[in-house]
């Protein structure tokens, strides 16, 4: 394959040898909690995120005698989860940026693919607690959120709480970056942090984009090398749908 990026190649090979275009090793364990309605333990490589599902019955204020649901997220990362030890944020009193960012971008791809109407006045909640960071974690919580809220709402439909699954696609989320000119697709920590650009997709199973949040660390790129990054990206989160789909038929 020819990377067209616009940047000087240079001769760069992954530490841990895959291809630009090969994801890290990925699994999803799905009904990982005992009580919550769905959940799933996510391995994107060493980074692992334990992602749970909870319905609750009640509606969002706003969204009170409307008829529609809500789904919304929360992010955190245990102290251990770095190399550094990481103080709690439940100890500074609220949320930090970083983590509202990440919770938000997380609520907002899983209610991409979810019928709110169908739903009913009902909320509910994916938490996603990062066990092991190695970057990609917000990626990882969206593809593993999927599986976890996907497993509440057949749990809703089996128990006839709701008519219909109000699941309309798949979601799941990947990074894609540029080391030396040359676009990489799943980038861990060590790559992470010396990337010329970084970039995080989400995108439904059919194809169609949900989020892209794309920076220059350093020197801008140019538009030959954003597309080939979606090209990377669009196909890695090809296979990631595949998966989704292969542990949801088990």
């Keep these: 394959m020819i990377w067209n990026t616009g940047a ?17 090793a ?16 996510v391995e994107f490589g060493r980074t692992r995120v334990l ?8 509606p969002q204020p706003w969204l009170k005698g409307t008829g529609r649901g809500w789904v919304t997220a929360e992010y955190s990362m245990l102290p251990r989860a770095t190399r550094d030890r990481t103080q709690r944020e439940v100890n500074r009193g609220r949320p ?7 919770q938000r971008l997380i609520g907002r791809s899983l209610r991409s693919v979810v019928n709110l109407k169908a739903l009913g006045e009902r909320t509910v909640t994916v938490d996603c607690d ?22 509440a709402m057949r749990h809703m ?5 709701i008519d219909e699954l109000p699941i309309t696609d798949h979601v799941a989320a990947v990074s894609v970056g540029i080391i030396n000119g040359l676009p990489c697709l799943d980038l861990d920590f060590d790559e992470d942090s010396r990337a010329e650009v970084d970039m995080n997709v989400v995108m439904t199973g059919s194809g169609e984009f949900v989020e892209v949040q794309g920076t220059a660390e350093g020197k801008p790129f ?5 597309d080939e990054m979606l090209v990377v990206a669009t196909a890695g989160i090809s296979e990631l749908v595949t998966l989704q789909k292969a542990v949801l038929d088990e």
């Design 51 to 58: 992602c749970a599902a909870s319905v609750e019955d009640r």
């Design 157 to 161: 439909q089996e128990q006839m709480i």
């Design 130 to 151: 990062c066990i092991v960071a190695d970057a990609g974690t917000r990626t990882a919580s969206i593809t593993g959120g999927f599986i976890a809220l996907y497993d």
């Design 26 to 41: 990925v699994r999803m364990r799905r009904n990982y909690l005992d009580h919550a309605e769905g959940s799933c333990l």
């Design 8 to 24: 000087e190649m240079k001769p760069y090979k992954r530490p841990d040898s895959r291809a630009p275009d090969q994801l890290r």
């Design 222 to 226: 140019s538009r030959p090398a954003l």
């Design 96 to 102: 930090g940026g970083r983590t509202h960012e990440i």
